[in-house]
């Protein structure tokens, strides 16, 4: 079947099984390899874009729901060759490890704040609940999202590493 | 200063030059022009204690022996261009821990080039030194004093081409930002114009000095990880996210039930469709497909009947006892106690008849899945060479040398005809040392024709990966009137012997590890057995504590005499505030230890719910304190030290994997609880930076506070001793 998809502000015609996981269309048929597999069974965030302005678990949203109605990828979510601010505080708290997660963190965070825009710590908690880190960057992911609200003052986490460094020599 | 590790013998040669060595060979067939500086080990050095990296690798990975085609004597090695590009080539991998970025500082900080001009070839088994592979918190310790002592003696070199140059005293240039500069004259030269011109054929003893940490200006220093601006627009292909032209996507049959054998295959339906590959050899059964829906389509249609494996089947309830009854001789039974398994000293048996406080206690330990948010992952493309085929597999593997001879192995090739490519990964965390699904992609591929990416399902990755094993512990310790701990013994059945011997200064004691029957494939993981038994070892330890009237921490402090140990430990409690009064139904407690050159001390507060059915913790704030000698990369380090706490959180609290007959039955993120957002504690790190030591890795370490920590402050809270990880699953469990 042929479904009219546009991704990113483009247009795509693809002739696809309609049932066929958006996930799966985007990085299969359109190599936006960016929006990751972890589960695909809408329990890990891996996969997050934006349908229509709001988050989506792609591994679990048929290629047909989308016909017609925008979607946003990470690839996307930088405009006019400028970040996202929600990139651009992911990398200067550097909320990775091997960021495996951070696209699906980053498209969570993104539409949270888009809905959002001063979230509470707590309001951060439960937007991000669907989203997994195996790292272990959760408290950085929230640092990232408070300073992408504009909500931290402080000079990130690099700044919070060399204030928590004891030189020790006995 | 020299390394952790007896490296003296290293010697650096510099290429290109006359000798016809297989060392020289292999350079010039994959470098172009410049400068090429080789750091080579003699054989016996290159593998510094095999027994150690083989215990590092753990259970399933193969043989970790040296296949012949790989110059095994080469360390590490850096080109420098006539750009001025260094260009370093290592064995080691990218998983997140940040070391393509802390390798690159040292190398720079040694060199003298701004980290800008270093570029970082990691984990291609064509292009880079021969690995053993990258686990047991050994990169920082061995590579970086490799990249340094290379660094150091490049540098030495383009000071001396440039004193001859010029005719000057070597040592009144100087060297940095990329320049040789003649300080008297105000001549200078770029390495990239030194390393463009004539050929110079050197052999440098390693007698190189390095730059002290305290001196360090690159090194020492909370740069951004590298390629970050990749990492977060999506740019970054993780092995899932190659493409190759005429790639097709495949799936793999897998058995009913661990250990079924195949009975019967029907896979005409399969075959019949349209753009359907299926590839069979032996046991091994997969599809190949245009895309991965097709593949699944082709999948499900093939009928499979299994025969299901004979013998005893325990459950995750029954595992503990299964364990115990099935261990083998002890290593320490069958060689006696003074290696690596089984230690014993003064007569514990009758230092625990005469102790005034006596703690016996058995703990158990759960399988559990590293679950990498990336899972595993391959793309393989066979090609032909003019003597026999070529095989190119990416994949997200922890040891790709040994995945190239894995490889080599099962198609019967020469290793050299095997090319492994290894992309920055999803993360590992030791469950990805093996080459499964490497191979599996490469069988697709040899039938269907074309390349062939394979990504195992998340469901995949936890019933068909290897898990963190499963143990029992056994400890009893006595201490004195007066606090002192004067017998313990420890034993581990299954769980694994890393960190197994006590820190603590006891003069009567026996440690021994009992290999068991696994039911459930069990191998590598973050610190391996570390977390049991420093859970085991801190939970006794805190018992013992209050059985004597002291307080835990004091009691430690009086029982270690290590100052790096203690330092943490009151570095950890300060933070922390040990002495701080809590809310009645909070409990805080403290553990520590010592592992992989690491110390770590680590502080937890619970609030305890017991009106709930079950009772319910939460972990309220946790502290961190860790050193791990000289820090290379501060923010990196905390990334580690924060990252691994976490992860440990998982593992205290709700971690474990459920089996019944042969099969996993919680193979979902729905049902295997990993740490979310709203299980994160306020958390602090202390990092001491102990710039008169080595530098030390930070992958493992960090872990094995928190579950003993969080057990402590359990017991504090609620009166009942937590005695098995995970520890709050569905509620407490444990003894009051
Ligand atoms: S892959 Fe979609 S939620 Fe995990
Ligand atoms: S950074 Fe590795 S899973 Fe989040």
Partial sequence: MRIALQVNGQRHAVDVDPSRSLLEVLREELGLTGTHYGCGESQCGACTVHLGGRPVHACVTPVSDAAGRPVTTIEGLATGGRLHPVQRAFLDEEAFQCAYCTPGMIMAAAALLAENPRPTDAEIVRGMEGNVCRCGTHPRIVAAIRRAAGLSSDGGAAAKARASVTESRP | ?736
Avoid at chain 2, 597 to 603: Q, R
Wanted: with cysteine; proline share 6%.
């Fill in chain 2, 1 to 736: 200063m020299s390394g952790p590790r007896g490296e003296g013998e290293l010697r650096v040669v510099m290429l290109p030059g006359e000798e016809e060595s297989t060392t020289r060979r292999h350079f010039l067939k994959v470098v172009g022009g410049g400068l090429v500086v080789v750091l080579v080990a003699p054989r016996a050095l290159a593998w510094p204690d095999a027994a150690t990296e083989q215990a590092g690798a753990g259970g399933p990975g193969g043989d970790p022996r040296p296949a012949a085609g790989t110059p095994r004597e080469i360390a590490a090695w850096l080109q420098i261009g006539p750009d001025g590009v260094a260009t370093v080539y290592t064995g080691k991998v990218e998983f997140g821990q940040g070391i393509r970025t802390s390798l690159a500082q040292e190398l720079a900080e040694e060199l003298r080039v701004p980290l800008e001009a270093v570029c970082m070839v990691m984990g291609d088994t064509d292009l880079t030194p021969y690995d053993m592979g990258t686990f047991g918190s050994r990169s920082t310790p061995q590579m970086g004093t490799r990249l340094r002592k290379v660094g150091a003696a490049a540098r030495r070199l383009l000071v001396r081409m440039a004193a001859e140059r010029w005719s000057a005293e070597p040592g009144s240039l100087t060297a940095a930002a990329g320049r040789i500069t003649d300080r008297a004259s105000g001549r200078s030269v770029t390495y990239g114009e030194l390393a463009g011109g004539e050929e110079l054929t050197e052999i440098v003893e390693d007698d190189v000095e390095l730059t002290p940490p305290a001196r360090w200006s690159v090194a020492g220093r909370s740069v951004p990880r590298a390629g970050g601006a990749d990492l977060v627009t999506g740019a970054h292909h993780y092995t899932s996210d190659v493409t190759r032209p005429g790639m097709l996507y495949g799936k793999v049959l897998r058995p009913a039930s661990i250990g079924a054998t195949l009975s019967g295959l029907d896979a005409n339906a399969a075959e019949a469709m349209d753009g359907v590959v299926v590839a069979r050899d032996g046991a091994f059964v997969g599809v190949a497909a245009t895309d991965t829906r097709v593949a699944e389509h082709a999948l499900a249609s093939i009928r499979a009947t299994w025969k299901s494996a004979a013998g005893p089947r325990p459950s995750s309830k029954t595992i503990y006892d299964f364990l115990r009854r099935t261990r083998a001789p002890s290593r320490g039974e069958r060689e006696g106690r003074g290696n690596r398994d089984a230690f014993s000293r003064g007569d514990p048996g009758s230092a625990l008849e005469k102790a005034a406080h006596r703690v016996e206690r058995t703990f158990t330990v759960a399988y559990i899945a590293h679950t990498p948010l990336e899972p595993r992952a391959a793309v393989a493309e066979w090609s032909k060479g003019v003597d026999g085929p070529r095989l190119t597999v990416w994949t997200g593997t922890q040891r790709p040398f040994a995945v190239r001879e894995e490889l080599a192995r099962a198609f019967e090739m020469p290793v050299p005809h095997v090319r492994v490519l290894v992309p920055d990964t999803g993360s590992g965390y030791g469950g990805k040392h093996t080459g499964e699904c490497a191979v599996e992609a490469a069988r697709l591929a040899k039938t269907a024709g074309r390349p062939v990416k394979l990504v195992w399902t998340r469901e995949e990755e936890f019933r068909w990966a290897y898990f963190r094993p499963a143990g029992v512990i056994d400890v009893r310790a006595g201490a004195d009137a007066e606090g002192t701990i004067t017998a313990w013994t420890f034993d581990n059945y299954n769980s694994g012997p890393a960190a197994i011997r006590p820190m603590y200064d006891i003069a009567h004691q026996r440690v021994e590890f009992h290999p068991s029957e696994s039911p459930l494939r069990q191998g590598s993981y973050r610190g391996l057995a570390a977390t049991a038994n420093h859970f085991a070892r801190e939970m006794a330890v805190d018992e013992l504590a209050r059985e004597v009237g002291k307080d835990p921490l004091a009691f430690r402090l009086q029982n270690l005499s290590d100052p790096r140990l203690k330092a943490v430990f009151r570095a950890a409690a300060e933070r922390f505030g040990w002495e701080r009064e809590v809310p009645r139904d909070h409990g805080v407690g403290i553990a520590g230890g010592f592992e992989k050159g690491g110390y770590v001390a680590t502080c937890a507060e619970v609030a305890a719910d017991r009106d709930r059915e079950g009772g319910r913790v939460r972990l309220v704030r946790a502290v961190n304190a860790f050193d791990c000698g000289a820090i290379v990369n501060p923010d990196l380090l905390r990334n580690q030290v924060e990252g691994g706490l976490i992860q440990g959180i998982g593992g205290a609290l709700f971690e474990a994997i459920d089996f019944r007959d042969g099969v996993i039955t919680n193979a979902h993120l729905a049902d295997y609880r990993v740490p979310r957002f709203s299980d994160i504690p306020e958390i602090e790190i202390v990092l001491i930076d102990r710039k008169d030591q080595p530098s030390y890795g930070a992958g493992e370490t960090p872990l094995m506070g928190i579950a003993p920590a969080v057990g402590a402050a359990i017991f504090e809270a609620t009166g009942v001793r937590p005695s098995s990880l995970p520890m709050a699953r569905g509620g407490l469990s444990g003894s009051s």
